[in-house]
């Protein structure tokens, strides 16, 4: 979906951008503050980035809130990182709602305190009717975890002759996967300097364009994601065709 610049000019928008929101821990830290003001402090670029998407047609924005490496930090830093969480959901799901946003969750929820799955239900069940854009939380999420779950899925039907091993195909596991039936990512964002997929959508985001930022994620706000959407719509995507062949058929399209 194309976007107007400043200028005037358009730009093209990705339909689905997703995003490791790294750097909260070292943004503290430089401050001399504790990694928990981190997490908090980046809730706040949870919020820009969410309203921007809106503002510039995002259709989907999936961010890595929780992986489930994360359980391998200190206590008190995932207590507080779950505490957190709960406490922006009671406050953000009216907001959600009254801007049209669905949410949803994806991971292996059942990790989680009784009450948080319940609390995420309820935040899901507010938000279902939300047709401006889909906000998928990952977390306790891992992309090997989330192909493993998948072809257990399928085996299970092979096992019940539900299912011909030979019908497994690229299709069938992405169906099963935690974002089956969903569009997968056109744009990667890592904040926080780090250059790499961290487990993060790994089948989803086969084809997805990586944009690596310096900023520490409490850093990241509107102007910044912007200029991210800009940088993907000035690049040509090929999926494996030649630049002449996207040329040609742009011209045949008008796109």
Known sequence: MPEPDQDGT????????AIIMDGNGRWARQRGLPRTQGHRAGAKSVRAVVEQGL????????????????????RSEVNTLLE???????????????HDVRLRFIGELSAFSHRLQRQMAEAE???????ALLLQIAANYGGRWDIVQSVQSLSRDVAEGRLRPEDIDETAIA??????????P??????????????F????CAYAELYFSDLMWPEFDADAFVAA?????????RFGRTGEQITELAEVYGG
């Open 175 to 184: 169906s099963r996967l935690c974002t089956g039936g969903f569009p997968e």
């Open 229 to 237: 959407l800009k940088d993907f719509g000035r690049r040509q995507r």
């Open 84 to 98: 957190l969480f709960m406490n922006t959901l009671r406050v953000e799901v009216k907001r959600l709602v009254e």
């Open 55 to 74: 503002r510039s047609g995002v259709e989907v924005l999936t961010l890595f809130a929780f992986s489930s490496e994360n359980w391998r930090r200190p």
């Open 201 to 204: 959508l790994l089948w989803q």
């Open 186 to 199: 056109d744009l990667f964002i890592r904040t926080g300097g780090e250059k790499r997929v961290s487990n």
């Open 125 to 131: 069940a507010a938000t279902q009717d939300g047709k």
């Open 10 to 17: 358009q730009f093209r928008v990705p339909a689905h951008v």
